[in-house]
């Protein structure tokens, strides 16, 4: 049998709409690579906490942005990421990191960076791959196949993320996201948008299954109008 032509699926979304769980499913049962773009922007932050770099100086965060080698893994069954060949998928997602990564990602140094890095993970997916962040569709990959927009209420966001935090309330959940949200929306280059082509799914009153499975179908739907 012929198999299906490549197909580049672009996530993007603020936090806690659902974009790493249902880009992995997707992935997984399209039998497509999987890029979860936040953790590269984590990595680099935990490596800048880690070597002392000032996080309030972007000039300091530009010196250094090209120091630290990433390597992300793409599958979607057991995706990993490490730093100088050191495993950081744990440590990228303490507080201290989350807290951090907004002003790091901001620094377009980083981001030039960053981005080549996916352009170049994206174009080596023989089979295809689903790439989930912030300005994918707008930015990284303009001429994705599909792109996807997902959308949640700040109250649902919140208890999804805090429901997977021990002993964290919703409360202050919400208001770090919503702090984390706007940074992301208003810094210059290359902020968390909404690409004109995206298709916008709202995934407040949907379940997981549900929004995998919708987005599964129009993956489907364009790779048979192909
Ligand atoms: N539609 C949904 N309904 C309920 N919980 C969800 C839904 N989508 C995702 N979740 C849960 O919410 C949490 C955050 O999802 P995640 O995929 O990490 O979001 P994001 O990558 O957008 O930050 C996870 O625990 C996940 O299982
Ligand atoms: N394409 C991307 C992906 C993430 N970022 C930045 C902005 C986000 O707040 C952080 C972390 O992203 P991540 O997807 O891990 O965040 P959450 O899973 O939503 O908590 O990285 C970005 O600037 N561009």
């Known amino acids: 049998m012929e198999s299906p032509t490549p197909v580049i699926v672009a996530i993007d979304g603020p936090s806690g709409t659902g974009k790493s769980s249902t880009s992995k499913a997707v992935a997984a049962q399209l039998g497509l690579s999987y890029l979860d773009t936040g953790a590269q922007y984590r990595a680099i932050t935990w490596w800048m906490v880690s070597n002392g770099i000032d996080i309030d100086d972007p000039a300091a965060i530009a010196a250094a942005a090209g120091k630290p080698e990433i390597v992300s893994g793409t599958d979607p069954q057991g995706p990993t990421i490490t730093v100088d060949g050191v495993d950081v998928a744990g440590p990228i997602r303490t507080q201290e990191v989350t807290s951090k990564v907004s002003a790091v990602s901001a620094v377009s140094d980083v981001r030039a960076r960053i981005t080549e890095l996916q352009r ?96 599964v179908t129009l993956v489907e739907e364009k790779r048979a109008g192909k």
Do not use: M, N, W, Y
């Open 120 to 215: 170049t993970i994206a174009a080596s997916a023989q089979d295809g791959i689903v790439v989930e962040g912030r300005d994918i569709g707008t930015t990284v990959l303009p001429d994705a196949d599909l792109k996807i927009f997902l959308t949640a209420s700040p109250e649902a966001r919140a208890a999804r993320r805090s429901g997977e935090v021990k002993g964290s309330d919703v409360h202050s959940t919400r208001e770090a996201l919503i702090k984390r949200d706007a940074a992301d929306s208003s810094r210059k280059t290359s902020p968390l948008a909404k690409a004109g082509d995206a298709v916008e799914v709202d995934t407040t009153e949907l379940t997981l299954a549900q929004v995998i499975e919708c987005v």
